[in-house]
């Protein structure tokens, strides 16, 4: 079994950045892709950003030029650097990693971006 933490969800002006952080434990293969969605109030789960273990990365079109998706394989940590942030990138956002044809996912963190 593998569980996800996710951390540094919060709520910040627009313009301004957050960073957020997931942790994988358990049985982790080495091959493995790990991202994050996001869904806001009443709304579809829509990916974010992924990155594959040999760091292979993409985006959404909405986050392009303001996200980075990184990876610390031996901390089996992923990250999302979020900046210029806007209003609409409000919303939870979701952890996932995906290995051996199986998904786990991470509680989810808020994120709120005030105007």
């Known amino acids: 079994q593998v569980q996800l933490v996710e951390s540094g969800g919060g709520l910040v002006q627009a313009g301004g950045s957050l960073r957020l952080s997931c942790t994988a434990t358990?049985?982790?293969?080495?091959?493995?892709?790990m991202g994050w969605y996001r869904q806001a109030p009443g709304k579809l789960r829509d990916l974010v950003a992924r990155?594959?273990?040999?760091?292979?990365?993409a985006y959404a079109d909405s986050v392009k030029g303001r996200f980075t998706i990184s990876k610390d394989n031996a901390k089996n940590t992923v990250y999302l650097q979020m900046n210029s942030l806007k209003p609409e990138d409000t919303a939870v956002y979701y952890c996932?990693?995906?290995?051996?044809?199986?998904?786990?996912w991470g509680q989810g963190t808020q994120v709120t971006i005030s105007s």
């Open positions: 996932y990693a995906t290995m051996v044809g199986n998904t786990y």
């Open positions: 358990g049985s982790i293969v080495s091959n493995n892709v």
């Open positions: 990155i594959t273990w040999i760091g292979n990365t």
